[in-house]
C-alpha cells in the first residue's frame, strides 16, 4: 500500500454496519428533531453506549430531555462543540453520534462536577473504583485493551490539573479526548451525562473492547527561529502579560507581521506559536487579545516559557500520513473518534483545504467535534487531530 491509496473510496454503509459501529448525523435545528433522528439511526441497536456532540445552538435541555426519554436505559454521553465532524465530513450546527455495540464494547462513565473545588486524592479514589468495576464486567483484559474518552469544560482552566490526576490514577490505561466548544463564543461548553448538561465539570468513559485500537494525535507544524519568551504571566488564567519584557500582543504582532486591530480568532489560528518540551513540540493556542494587550491562551502559560513561531508542512499530507500508519497497524478504521483543535478547521477553511480533509475524514470514519484544546494521557494540547482509531475486530482475531 501507498500513500496515494489513502485517497480511496470510503467504506461502504453494508461494510460499516456489519461491525456493530454505528453512525449518525442530524442537521435540523430543532432539538427534539434531532434527538428523534439520532435515534432512529441508533436506537435499534445493542448499544453499550452511545457518544454525540452537538452545537451550543440547540436548546441544550429539549434535547437531552429527548435523548433520555429515547434512549432510555441506554448511557449517552456527549459535549458541546465548536463544530461537528460527521459520516458528511466537517459540518456546523449539526450533532454527530455513534454508538459502541454490547459484542465488542463494554463502557463505565464517570463524572466529576464543580471543577473549581477538583481534589487530585478525591479522583483518585473514585477513579480507581471505576477500573475495579470495568474490571468486573470486562469482555478483555482490563489495562490493555481499554481507553478512557474525557471530555471537559472547555472555558475551565482545570484541564492541566485534571489530567494530570486522571493519569496517575489509570495506571497506564490510555486517556485521550477534547475540552467542550461553544463556537468560539467562550461563554459557555457543556458536557452531557446522567441525562443532564453539566459546565464547570468532566465526563470520563472507560472503554473496554476487543477491537484493537491506537490512539493517535499529531500537528502539520514545524518550530523556526523567532522565540518569544513569557517574561510576565499569569499562569491560573492562562495569561502571558508580556512577551521579551513587551506586552505580549505587540511582540506577538511583530514577529508574526500583524498588527493589533487584525488579532482574531482566524489570525491566532493561522499563525501559531510552539513550545519544545523534551523531544516533542507542542503548540500553545492563543485564544483572545485582552484590553491591556496581553494574551489569553487555550492552556497552559507561564513565565519562563519558550514560544517560538511555527511554521506549516502540510495539513493534507500530515493527515495522509497519519492515516497511512494507522492503517497499516489496524487495516482500515471502523471508526476513528476524534477531537480535533478548532484552530485546525478555521486553518482549513481558510486554506481552502475543508473539502479535501472532508473526504480524507469520510474515507477514515472519523466522527469527532471541533475542540478548544486535546488530550493525550497528561497533556493537554492546542492545535492538534487527537483521537483513537478503532480497528474491526476480524483484525485482531487474524493476528
Given at each position: 500500500?501507498?500513500?496515494?491509496?489513502?485517497?480511496?473510496?470510503?467504506?461502504?454503509?453494508?461494510?460499516?454496519?456489519?461491525?456493530?459501529?454505528?453512525?449518525?448525523?442530524?442537521?435540523?435545528?430543532?432539538?427534539?428533531?434531532?434527538?428523534?433522528?439520532?435515534?432512529?439511526?441508533?436506537?435499534?441497536?445493542?448499544?453499550?453506549?452511545?457518544?454525540?456532540?452537538?452545537?451550543?445552538?440547540?436548546?441544550?435541555?429539549?434535547?437531552?430531555?429527548?435523548?433520555?426519554?429515547?434512549?432510555q436505559s441506554v448511557p449517552v454521553v456527549g459535549c458541546t462543540t465548536a463544530g461537528e465532524i460527521s459520516q458528511k465530513g466537517l459540518t456546523q450546527h449539526s450533532i454527530t453520534a455513534f454508538s459502541l455495540p454490547t459484542d465488542q464494547f463494554v463502557v463505565e462513565t464517570l463524572l466529576f462536577?464543580?471543577?473549581?473545588?477538583?481534589?487530585?486524592?478525591?479522583?483518585?479514589?473514585?477513579?480507581?473504583?471505576?477500573?475495579?468495576?470495568?474490571?468486573?464486567k470486562a469482555i478483555a483484559e482490563v489495562f490493555t485493551h481499554s481507553f478512557v474518552l474525557s471530555l471537559l469544560d472547555g472555558l475551565s482552566i482545570c484541564e492541566e490539573l485534571v489530567l494530570r490526576a486522571l493519569n496517575d490514577a489509570l495506571n497506564g490505561i490510555p486517556l485521550v479526548g477534547g475540552s467542550a466548544g461553544d463556537n468560539l463564543n467562550f461563554n459557555d461548553t457543556y458536557v452531557y451525562v446522567d441525562g443532564e448538561f453539566h459546565n464547570n465539570a468532566a465526563v470520563m468513559i472507560f472503554i473496554n473492547t476487543v477491537c484493537p485500537f491506537d490512539v493517535i494525535h499529531g500537528h502539520h507544524f514545524m518550530a523556526g527561529s523567532e522565540k518569544l519568551v513569557v517574561t510576565k504571566a499569569d499562569p491560573a488564567k492562562r495569561v502571558a502579560i508580556e512577551f521579551n519584557a513587551e506586552?505580549?500582543?505587540?511582540?506577538?504582532?511583530?514577529?508574526?507581521?500583524?498588527?493589533?486591530?487584525?488579532?482574531?480568532?482566524?489570525?491566532?489560528?493561522l499563525h501559531p506559536l510552539s513550545v519544545q518540551v523534551g523531544e516533542h513540540l507542542y503548540i500553545r493556542s492563543i485564544q483572545q487579545v485582552n484590553d491591556d494587550l496581553s494574551l489569553t491562551f487555550f492552556c497552559a502559560i507561564d513565565s519562563g516559557v519558550v514560544l517560538t513561531k511555527a511554521y506549516d508542512t502540510g495539513m493534507i499530507d500530515h493527515f495522509k500520513g497519519m492515516m497511512f500508519d494507522v492503517v497499516d497497524g489496524l487495516g482500515d478504521p471502523q471508526l476513528i473518534i476524534s477531537c480535533?483543535?478548532?484552530?485546525?478547521?478555521?486553518?482549513?477553511?481558510?486554506?481552502?483545504?475543508?473539502?479535501?480533509?472532508?473526504?480524507?475524514?469520510?474515507?477514515?470514519?472519523?466522527?469527532?467535534?471541533?475542540?478548544?484544546?486535546?488530550?493525550?494521557?497528561?497533556?493537554?494540547?492546542?492545535?492538534?487531530?487527537?483521537?483513537?482509531?478503532?480497528g474491526r475486530l476480524e483484525a485482531r482475531i487474524n493476528d
Open positions: 500500500m501507498t500513500k496515494d491509496d489513502l485517497n480511496g473510496p470510503s467504506l461502504s454503509k453494508v461494510e460499516s454496519e456489519r461491525d456493530g459501529i454505528l453512525t449518525a448525523v442530524s442537521n435540523t435545528c430543532d432539538g427534539r428533531e434531532a434527538a428523534q433522528e439520532i435515534w432512529q439511526k441508533l436506537g435499534s441497536s445493542d448499544a453499550a453506549c452511545v457518544i454525540f456532540f452537538c452545537s451550543p445552538d440547540y436548546d441544550l435541555t429539549l434535547l437531552g430531555s429527548t435523548l433520555v426519554e429515547l434512549f462536577n464543580n471543577l473549581a473545588a477538583f481534589s487530585a486524592e478525591d479522583a483518585y479514589e473514585v477513579v480507581h473504583r471505576k477500573v475495579e468495576r470495568l474490571q468486573k506586552p505580549a500582543a505587540l511582540e506577538y504582532c511583530r514577529i508574526m507581521g500583524l498588527s493589533l486591530d487584525q488579532l482574531c480568532s482566524t489570525q491566532f489560528a480535533d483543535c478548532i484552530h485546525r478547521c478555521i486553518w482549513a477553511e481558510k486554506k481552502d483545504l475543508s473539502k479535501q480533509l472532508s473526504k480524507l475524514y469520510q474515507r477514515y470514519n472519523v466522527i469527532g467535534f471541533s475542540a478548544y484544546g486535546e488530550q493525550h494521557d497528561s497533556l493537554h494540547m492546542n492545535h492538534s487531530f487527537t483521537g483513537v482509531a478503532i
